[in-house]
């Protein structure tokens, strides 16, 4: 069955750390992949996509995901994070259709 | 612009009872999603609208959910006789096609409802 799998469930860093949040996702073909972002008390917001052509993709606030075909993964990644960067985050993909596969997300929690 | 919006943002109810809950998607979007998130779950797909109909319906947990959509824009999820397994958020999301995926497809979710079945 078509998974995603977020490795860290939480995630706790003080400000100007680095970030890694681990995605990956189960099936053998052609993914779209995408991370969303849940602020507290808001609602899910795209942060970055990923559909073809270079697979290091940058998004909004700095965030960038790197696309690795041959492990299946799409990792967020943040040189520096601030304490506005504490929220919820979800990795999903889809397989070319309208169903989109979600992970169970990581929080994250960024100390001042 | 408008995003996607949905009301009410919170919902009490007894068991029991049943309960309708809205989602007004972007304007000129023909595709309309709703999710359930449940407490440390990922988002769960329930069902989808292109236009009016509704081509997959495989997420519906049981056939106490039913979900319509009138004029291609507003939808509604009614949840009969609610179970305190209900007990979620609510999410609707729509794209301004569904195509195969791609640009068009990117889903823009709204704030949720948040349901709490006692």
């Known amino acids: 069955a078509q998974s995603v799998s977020q490795h860290n469930h939480h995630v706790i860093l003080s400000e100007a750390a680095s970030l890694e949040l681990g995605c990956n996702y189960s099936y053998g073909g052609t993914v779209n992949l995408f991370w969303y972002v849940q602020y507290p008390g808001q609602h899910l917001q795209l942060l970055l996509k990923?559909?073809?052509?270079?697979?290091l993709v940058k998004g909004i606030k700095g965030f960038e995901a790197e696309f690795i075909k041959s492990k299946f993964s799409f990792n967020l990644r943040k040189p520096s994070v601030q304490w506005s960067d504490t929220a919820e985050y979800f990795c999903?993909?889809?397989?070319?259709?309208?169903?989109?596969?979600f992970g169970t997300g990581t929080r994250l929690k960024v100390l001042a | 612009g408008a995003g996607v919006s949905q009301s009410p943002s919170n919902k009490v109810t007894e068991k029991g009872k049943d309960v309708e809950l809205r989602c007004d998607p972007i304007?000129?979007?023909?595709?309309l999603y709703w999710y359930r998130q449940s407490l440390g779950q990922g988002l769960e797909f329930l069902i989808y609208?292109?236009?009016?109909?509704?081509?997959?319906k495989s997420g519906l947990p049981s056939d106490r959910f039913s979900a319509e959509r009138t004029g291609g824009s507003v939808s509604t999820l009614t949840i009969q006789r609610t179970q305190q397994e209900d007990s979620a958020v609510y999410l609707c999301?729509?794209?301004?096609?569904?195509?195969?995926?791609?640009?068009?497809?990117?889903?823009?979710f709204g704030p949720g409802t948040r349901l709490l079945v006692l």
């Open positions: 609208f292109q236009g009016n109909s509704a081509p997959d």
């Open positions: 990923y559909f073809s052509g270079d697979p």
């Open positions: 304007s000129g979007h023909t595709a």
């Open positions: 999301a729509s794209s301004l096609a569904t195509a195969s995926g791609g640009v068009q497809g990117t889903q823009y």
């Open positions: 999903a993909f889809t397989s070319g259709t309208y169903k989109y596969i």
